[in-house]
């Protein structure tokens, strides 16, 4: 429960409603029990002895207690509302601004799918957990204390009977709870793998569909369904059976509490018809709390499970924070040279301890308005390299200049106005193009965004578009195809008017030709800006002024195309084996270069 | 000639076609009949039995319970005949556990299987749907479909039908043994039930919409939330981390607004409820107190009716939950039938034969195709594959490449022309015959969450583990197979991930190897792979396409180059079809895109001429 107390510590509003519905929930029990303790004189004076004034003024008194207990319950589960509702608030925002602090480190070490669960299903488990702990926390132990002291006082004779009956509910609710709750565990756990298959096998239907393995499939699946059904069979009989199980034993109860209090009665020891019967009602007051008690206690462990887990999300620190004095670059003003000095990289595990290196002793630079390309196989490291300019990520050692600057001493938002970046996994957001356009600047004014757009090659199709700038755009920008939202992506990107744009393999989708003239285009747009392009097709470096050639974190040859042609083994492996050994032939290298 | 596309229903979304049943039965009948209908019927029948048996054994506790104190009462009461009444009641309260018991245990047992019949159902007609299902639904939306609608289903099967059934089973028994005893009381006993039917309705009518609106805000805010975690780099590197905070924080303050109203409104039926049972027993017990004195009845009889009031109370308390359990559920229920309604649009012919290969030569005639109605992708493509021979398809995104293989491999059927393959008419053919025979890789290598071997042996019921270590080493993957930490035993995680792109790419041609195909389809993968791998690959797919006929999407031409004949794509017509030599010395559109790659640094130095492409 130690996660669960650090979550009320976070949450910090509606404190006088918690207050306020503890005293509720407190009012409701006593005009309970004082309800029950009234039934005895009304069977004694009214029933036993005929005194009909006397019975309608008790039965007046009930009602008003009924009256009591109702409105303060509802009192008390109003505030219970409003406090776990707000609980749910605060730490989805909380969360929330908490993630928006991240890194990328950080998302590497915990998933985008692990956030969303923990903002969503873990905050609404401690949201129920809450709810439930404030309704029946104090109200169940109270009404046993209670009870039982009444009891004590008012039947000593039955107070043995009372103790048995709790006895027995609380065995009962200990015999078929548990097991009910890990049965459901494991019904969540087939559940979950049930619904992985049939995501894969929706994944991968054309894969079904060429091998013609629909049947295997549908065995498969038919055989996780029915393991699913065995593990919630148990689950199921349980929690039917529960409602019945209270009600069985409950009119047992009286049933006992009727026979020996009878006997009490007619043996003349004093006990009164009304008391039997008052006693009847004090343990219908006391079932009912144990029974939700037993159902809701898994609820309150999981809250608590899932308390932890925010706690894990909220702890985490964001691996890159500005400094506390920062140098400040005019972003319009800056020139784009870029020098990489000794700088070596290597992700960090979750452990804390550093992965092998990715990047090995870079020195390079790139001088203003040149266009240049980092190629490489996948692993080479060249995505790494061109995170640490934006300082996406931080170089381990060796040290990065933007125009002489450190990008450690620079504050992350004047880092990235000036350096823009288009990434190979275009994603747009809900809204209109225009919003999404200008999403790294809101303030730009149209023709920008259209410039931007012509050169690349977005203008076209957003033309076509019924609504034009206005046209919608679906989550993620599911509505544009690939080859758009790489396109689009640019254009975002190209907007905000950076200084250095990195294209980090933002052309993949494209063909050839597309990809030409938005490679032609964009340089013209950047006004004498630095371009860097990261790619794995040759074609698309080709006509740089300079290309990189990485292999396993190191730059094994630099040079432009013909320079690479000529001296590179590795480059001319590429280059023949994307582009065919065809466009090499009568190719004489001596006269190149 | 062919079996053309029922278009206007395979255009229709799942949607639009929800509250259509099949069988023109409703979906409260068809729900209901999965769990207690067909084979389970006698054991429904059996179940409702036990019961009405146990009801009728727990009402009659509250009468013994009375009866008791009568005896305590009054003065000529003695020990032995309250033993009776106790006994008896003791009989009456065991039995009510045991045949409650038999018959939740009955009713779970339908409950779970009638569930099991209901997903395999869903996933058996999901298997039989053709491929254009596919593309219009999503596979994220589908699977939340399918399991959030499923569960609420289960929901109702699991903890909505038996419930509901006790709960009106027992006001209905009660109410009769309430009248026989004592119309009266009866009526006094039942002045708080329209109030509590009110209250239940306005709650009802509150909270309901309160709770949908809430569904929605918290599904836009978990989409929100989705997309700007997911696109966090987008978010870091435009500094709009800001934004996303405060647009957050709207959304969910929203979802606290709309939660407070939906759980504040249905929170309140509990004290109600409970303040109306307890105004109930005042009722029965003051009316029934001025009986007494009156001598119209006795104390037992009043104490009896306080009990059958609180067994009546707490089922009508539950009957708002259970009633609108049922309703969710019979709109999840809708469209589920919705899904297992659907009929594939791509069916074998009533008399469908087995395609019967000599060869592998094949032929379109003025081949059409559309998606969607009025858009053409392909239009009268005519041309001819000879048995045995090699094909390259090329052209800009967009062009109709993925297309022809979708109507070659007969995932969609053509809206004109014929495709005949050994002279046998494509849309006469069984589909299992033909993709039996026709072998594919896809561009995206996707793999089973299994191990190697099995993911091998997918290709082809009956593959033995021999069949595929012999494809795995022509395909060049039993080297890193083999050093994998269980070799073929290793378990690929999700889509194979913990394989590189080459390495899976390799597997999935060793897969198609192991089908054993007579005519394969190739789609180039973009690969990010090293030089090395890409030799592998190249040389594994070679290997694949041997002497058989062959057709593939090259997104690099050096692929392709080697083909028999290229055949070039431009908006879905085919503008040339030739072999590469004579392809580059007609200088047109091959030679265009094939120019277009070097961007002027091509070794002949001559630049590409002006060609018009259909990019999209």
Redesign the interface.
Known sequence: MKSFRRIFGIVTMHRARLVVSQVAVFISALASIG?ATL?AP??NT???E?D?KA??G??FW??VL??I???S??IA??Q???F???T??MV??RL??K??????EN?DLLP?SQ??VR??ADVLNVQNAM?YAILLGLYAPFMLVATFIMSAIRTPGLLWVLVVVILVVVVLLAIVIPPMARAYKRRQHR?DA???S?????????????????????EK??AG??S??QE??PA??R???L???M??VG??A??LA??V???Q??SGSGMT?GE??AFSTYM?LVILPLALIGILMPYVLRGDVSAERILEAYDAEPTIVDKDSVTVLDSTKVEGRIVFDDVSFAFRRKDGELDPPVLRHINLTIEPGQKVGFLG???SGKSALVNLI?R?YEATEGQITIDGVDVVDLS??NL??IV??A?Q?A?L??GDLRFNLK??DVEAEDDVMIDAAKASDSFG?VSNLPEKWEAPVA??G?NF?G??RQRLSIT?ALT?RPRVIILDDST???????E?RV?EAIPQFMDAGTVIYVA??I?AV??LDHIYLLKDGEIIAEGN??HLLATSP?YQ??YE???????????DLEVMS | MTSSVDSSAADQSLEARGGRSEHGRSTVVRLLGYMMGGEQRPQAILAIIARIVAIIALTTIPWITGRALDVIGSPSGTNDRLAGWIIRGTIAGVTYLVFSFVSDWMFSRMATKALYKLQTRVFSNIQRLSMGFFYKNPVGELTSRVTNDSEVVALFYEQGVGPLIRASLQVLIILIVMLLINVPLTVVALIVVPFMLGSMYVVNRIASPAFAKLQESVGTTSGFQGETIEGHRVIISKNRREWAGQQHEQLAADVYEVGSRAFLASLMQFPLTQTLILFQSVFVLTVGTIMVINEQTTLGVVMAFTGFASLMASPLGQMSNLVSNALNAFAGGKRVFAIIDEEPTVEDAPDAVEYEFKGGRIECIDVDFSYAPGSKVLRGNTFVVEAGDSVGICGPTGAGKSTLINILTRYYDIDGGTILIDGQDLATLTQRSLRQQIGVVLQEAFLFTDTVMNNLKYARAGATDEDAIAAAKKANAHDFIMELPDGYDTVLAERGANLSQGQRQMITIARAMVAEPKIMILDEATSNVDTRTEKLIQDGMRKLMDDKTSFSIAHRLATIRDSDDIMVLNGGEIVEYAPHTELMEARGFYYALYMSQFKGKAPGGAEATDVDFVST
């Open positions: 309800f039934v009304m069977v009214g029933m036993v005929g009909a019975a309608l008790f039965g009930m009602l009924a009256l207990a109702g409105v319950m509802a589960a109003a219970a509302v409003f776990s509702q707000g749910a608030y989805r925002k929330y601004d993630i928006q602090t991240y890194s990328f998302y985008s956030l969303m903002l969503n709810l559940l049930l619904n992985g049939l995501t894969e096998n929706l994944t991968g239907m054309a894969v079904v569909k060429a091998f013609v393995r629909e049947r295997y499939e549908i699946f038919d369904s029915d699913m059904r919630s069979f199921t009989w929690v039917a059976f409602s019945p199980l009600t069985g009119q047992l009286i049933i009727t026979g209090g009878g006997v009665v007619l018809i039997v019967t219908g196989a996948t692993g934006p996406f992350q938002d990235r106005e823009g970046v990434l996994e994603l957001f809900l999403f790294g199709f989550r993620r599911y195809s080859g758009q975002r905000a993949s989708a494209l063909d050839a030709s597309t030409g490679q794995q097709r074609s080709i006509d195309h013909e590795l492996e590429i084996s994307q582009l065919g050994s065809a466009a090499t032939e009568g190719l």
